[in-house]
């Protein structure tokens, strides 16, 4: 049973901009805090954002103000908007509840290159 689908990765120049989406089973998103993470080859996932029910938003200092969670209720969404990208940028990106994850998505594929 897919619980999670992450999508909107793609290749961007740096500089540029991208919204990511993740689409949860309502058991999974409904009351509890929903976050991004990201992952690059022979790194431990690292968490980007996370987002509280009622909106309270939290980023990791590499983010922070260049990247903005949100979250639609109604639709059992998570968004992450990205601006300013950079290289450093580049892996792939995961929704998850948090603090405790469930079962993993496949991720989308975010690559900044020139």
């Known amino acids: 049973q897919v619980q999670l689908v992450e999508s909107g990765g793609a290749l961007v120049e740096p500089g540029g901009s991208l919204t990511l989406s993740c689409v949860a089973s309502?058991?999974?998103?409904?009351?509890?805090?929903m976050a991004w993470f990201r992952q690059t080859p022979g790194k431990e996932r690292e968490l980007v954002a996370r987002?509280?029910?009622?909106?309270?938003?939290t980023h990791a200092d590499s983010v922070k103000g260049r990247f903005t969670i949100s979250r639609d209720n109604a639709r059992n969404t998570v968004y992450l908007q990205m601006t300013a990208l950079t290289p450093e940028d580049t892996a792939i990106y995961y929704c998850?509840?948090?603090?405790?994850?469930?079962?993993w998505g496949q991720g989308t594929q975010v690559t900044v290159s020139s």
């Open positions: 998850n509840k948090f603090p405790i994850p469930t079962n």
């Open positions: 987002i509280s029910p009622y909106g309270g938003t």
């Open positions: 309502r058991k999974i998103f409904s009351e509890n805090h």
